[in-house]
Nanobody, 125 residues
């Protein structure tokens, strides 16, 4: 059974930083694309960032470009999201997801097979 567990969320002031971590157990994800999504209250879950299985390719949602960085450590079956210069509008539950089948839909929630339970990020103004 595959388990995806996020950590690192919390409360931070605007302009601050957080680093989210995601560890996958039960399956090696070194060949999977890995993504981060977020969901704010009353809104749909939205794409944040994705990294290819090799780590050579990354893509970001426009609102986070230049502030967030996604990285991975295949040896530890882990993915991270470094978030800098946080803004109140970044407040959301952040989810880590794994695409095992090269769905070709890295920006869509439907393109992922495994999801974590999420970690809350709250940015105060």
């Amino acid at each position: 059974q595959v388990h995806v567990v996020e950590s690192g969320g919390g409360l931070v002031q605007a302009g601050g930083s957080l680093r989210l971590s995601c560890v996958v157990s039960g399956r090696t994800v070194s060949s999977y694309d890995m993504g981060w999504f977020r969901q704010a209250p009353g809104k749909e879950r939205e794409f944040v960032a994705v990294i290819s299985w090799s780590g050579d390719e990354t893509k970001y949602a426009d609102p986070v470009k230049g502030r967030f960085t996604i990285s991975r450590n295949n040896g530890q079956n882990a993915v991270s999201l470094q978030m800098n210069n946080l803004k109140p509008e970044d407040t959301a539950i952040y989810y880590c997801a794994a695409d095992r089948n090269y769905s070709g839909r890295p920006l869509s929630t439907g393109g992922y097979d495994y999801w974590g339970q999420g970690t809350q990020v709250t940015v105060s103004s």
